[in-house]
Structures are given as C-alpha cells and as structure tokens.
C-alpha cells in the first residue's frame, strides 16, 4: 500500500495535506480505495458548510459499499473536487493526486489528532 510521507492520516483512512492558510486537502487513503473497490459516487456536503467532530463528510459509493468519511474534529468545507461528479474512478486511481475529494478549514490545532505516516503503516499491518 501507497502511504505518503508528507501526508497525515485518520484511523479512518483519510489523508490530510496541510497548506500554510489554516486549509488542508482531504481524501481517502490507497489502503481505503483498495478496501472499497471500484468507486461509482462521493457524496459530499456544501461548500461552506461546518461538520462538527466525527459528523459524516460525506460518503463514498462503490460497487461493494458505502463509506462515510468523518474526522476526529470539526471543519469547514472550502472547495470540492469538481471533477469526481464525472470520475469518481479518479479516487481509485489516483487516490493522493487527482482523487482528492475536498479542502477543507480546520477549526482548530489538529495534527496532534492523526496519525504519522508511520503510525498509519502500523495500523493497516503493512
């Protein structure tokens, strides 16, 4: 599995990339595509709306399941990646580059709430 140095992680599979501005880029991890399988849908909510800590951040449709994707705090949504509407398969293929699902603003401090890319290899065993 694909776990990127320069990236922080939930336990629940989603990858966080940190700008300067207090935003961060959001999606699903390589483990997490793999899992789910072939992706026909995200769902997401409005740009602009605020998720409250471990509310849904929307879901992920695949021809095995559905996903919701949730974080350990909360967050604005600032930007959606126009593009899945079209090929939500981005995810599948390029899970870290152009299947980013969202930009988010964080609420708070929280890097201290995920994981290194270290601490997610141990949690996914590889």
């Not at 398969?89 to 890097?111: A, L």
Request: proline letters at 4%; charged letters at 25%.
């Amino acid at each position: 599995m694909n776990v990127r140095d320069n990236l922080l992680y939930t336990k629940t599979h989603e990858w966080l990339l940190f700008q300067e501005d207090g935003q961060a880029t959001l999606g699903i991890t390589d483990y997490a595509q793999s899992e789910l399988g072939d992706i026909i849908f995200v769902d997401v909510p409005d740009v602009g709306d605020t998720i409250e800590s471990e509310e849904s951040l929307g879901s992920i449709e695949s021809v095995k399941a559905v996903s919701d994707m949730e974080l350990p705090f909360s967050v604005t949504i600032t930007e959606f990646n126009d593009a899945l509407q079209d090929a939500p398969q981005s995810v599948n293929s390029s899970p870290y580059d152009d299947g980013w699902i969202m930009k988010i603003k964080v609420s708070e401090d929280v890097k201290n709430d995920l994981l290194t890319p270290d601490q997610y290899k141990e949690l996914i065993g590889s």
